[in-house]
């Protein structure tokens, strides 16, 4: 067995002369185990929050987006449908017309956005998973429409409320002073459904016909504000992208996903760094006990040192017994703490231990990437707070009595 190895386990399973060193060192092992586990539950956390906000955004947003370059809407075209038809990265397509519009119920105003869509919508984007109440939009029926829970709450609207309509206003396209009587286009819809999600998003829409919405803007019927695209392989969406970009030319966008949501994206992934780095500053805070340990020990173990260096052993040999040392110190806390961390994790997927709401338990998602980071971070860390510890010993500290 490697000499400073073998000693450095006796010294750290061994009591020491001074028992408030062992109460020290068992202080400093705790701190490293506290660290690791709530760095390990932090980064859990925000990956299952960062899942859960992406499967909110799968459920509202389309894998690829087709929009004007200049202008609010452009024309569908025979040359952009055959292309989307005969692309075989592009499963389905779905025509969609948006537009600001003012609500009004009885007495109750609201400003939110009609999105015409066609048949096809909920094949490109699964909104109507995302219905709490109701049923989708069916084009047997006339002038109906599904809100969003927000919307429905602030209007106090509820569905299938046949008695009165709901009123869609939009302004008149026009210059100069307008008849306020006849300043807006209008059309009443009937409420057959509810939909969920993210909080911006359920107050934001409410969807119709496409017919209905071009009728309301007073559109032609090939006429939309955007093509939005459901993919066969999302590993492939940049290459699709960019391929779409450059066949249909500059006159239009083509977003994926990730650019539609880019400051939300930005902001997950930031949040989850500055959390990464808050936490690793509590590491090192707690990496001091260590540091505080080891010196304390290395005094105690003066006279034993001495007999060390009558064997033979040199000046980096007994260095090297109390690097050892700290850092098997720190593996045993850190060791502690991911256990405990991932049966926290564990029980939290598994029993929703933890509630955000009444029926939403708080996201973890356990991934061996997060494990892997606090190992390399608390081991690094571990070995230099070891090292720093180390370098108080010299030949002029062990020779002055």
Do not use: C
Not at 168 to 191: D, E
Request: aromatic share 12%; hydrophobic share 45%.
């Amino acid at each position: 067995m490697n000499f400073p190895f073998y000693i450095a386990k006796r010294y750290l399973f061994s009591k020491n002369s001074t028992n408030a060193i062992n109460i020290i060192t068992i202080i400093a092992m705790i701190g490293v185990m506290v660290g690791a586990l709530a760095l390990f539950v932090i980064l859990s956390g925000f990956s299952g929050l960062r899942t859960f906000s992406y499967s909110l955004l799968n459920a509202s947003d389309p894998d690829i987006k087709i929009t004007a370059s200049k202008g609010k809407s452009f024309l569908f075209s025979p040359e952009i449908k055959n292309e989307l038809e005969h692309n075989s990265e592009i499963k389905t397509y779905s025509r969609v017309l948006e537009e600001r519009i003012f609500l009004k119920y009885k007495d109750k105003n609201q400003i939110a956005y009609i999105k015409g869509v066609d048949a096809n919508y909920n094949h490109v984007v699964p909104i109507d998973s995302s219905l709490t109440l109701g049923t989708w939009i069916d084009t047997e029926f006339k002038n109906t429409a599904v809100i969003g829970y927000g919307i429905s709450y602030k209007l106090s609207l509820s569905v299938f409320n046949f008695g009165e309509p709901l009123e869609i206003y939009v302004p008149k396209p026009g210059k100069g002073f307008l008849n306020v009587n006849n300043a807006f286009n209008k059309v009443n819809v009937q409420i057959i459904g509810a939909y969920t999600g993210a909080e911006e998003y359920q107050n934001k829409y409410v969807f119709t016909e496409l017919g209905v919405a071009q009728k309301l803007l007073k559109y032609e019927p090939d006429q939309v504000s955007a093509i939005e695209l459901k993919l066969t392989n999302l590993e492939h969406i940049d290459n699709v992208r960019d391929q779409l970009q450059k066949k249909i030319g500059n006159e239009y966008n083509v977003e994926t996903r990730a650019q539609l949501n880019a400051l939300f994206y930005k902001v997950i992934n930031t949040e989850n760094f500055v959390s990464y780095l808050i936490f690793t500053l509590i590491i090192i805070i707690a990496l001091f006990n260590v540091i505080g340990a080891m010196i304390m020990m290395i005094i105690d173990k003066k006279k034993n040192l001495i007999t060390l260096f009558n064997l033979g052993a040199n000046l980096n040999e007994v260095k090297k017994i109390f690097v050892i040392q700290g850092f098997l110190l720190t593996l045993i806390g850190m060791t502690i703490g991911l256990v405990l961390a991932t049966i926290l994790v564990v029980v939290q997927q598994q029993f929703g231990v933890f509630m955000i709401t009444q029926s939403i338990p708080y996201p973890v998602e356990f991934k061996i990437s997060n494990l892997l980071i606090v190992m390399l971070t608390i081991t690094i860390l571990g070995y230099f707070a070891s090292k720093i510890a180390s370098s108080r010993i010299s030949i002029n500290f062990i020779a002055n009595k």
